[in-house]
């Protein structure tokens, strides 16, 4: 794989909800560096699995959806359902899955679009196994009510019919 020189990468890894999303999405505006939440790809690979059960068991299916991806697809609120979360958890159990994820991961990390100076990912495993030689590594957390008033707040403001004990429940699950 190719490597981009001199560009600065930044690993941020945190449990859901706990605020590294703000944090990592803050620290690429002020340091021109691309963004990448890297749990919202396991929400849409779960997503596509939900939608199309039956093209999803065929892995070059899911190469080409995670190889034509577009960022903006990684914004659409239906990837915040709690459905897409639980397959979620389940899908990124995988090896296949994980495998397929990594490679999209790296490439962004390693090689961010030109007009960027750098990369700035946030998600689980991030500072040890998608970018062990970052620059700058953190470990964001927050205590589970904190984390779930974050998402529920956070579903509210997407018209999401959500309790906070339903938030609670998900979080600990």
Known sequence: M????????????????AGAGTLAK?????????????????????????KFPKKFENNTFIKSKIRNLKIKDL?????????????????????????IIHSFQLNFAYNPPKKYDGSCLDGRDITY???????FKFYITANIKTRALRRYKELKKLKKNVTYNEVLKSIKK
């Open 2 to 17: 190719f490597k981009r020189k001199n560009i600065l990468k930044i690993a941020i890894d945190s449990p859901a909800a």
């Open 129 to 135: 196994n998608i970018v062990p030689d970052a620059d």
């Open 26 to 50: 803050s620290i690429s505006k002020n340091y021109n560096l691309f963004y990448l939440d890297t749990g919202k790809i396991y929400r849409y690979v779960a997503y596509l699995k939900l």
């Open 75 to 99: 914004s659409d609120k239906n990837l915040l359902s709690d459905e897409v979360g639980t397959e979620a958890s389940i899908i990124s159990k995988k090896k296949s899955i994980r495998k």
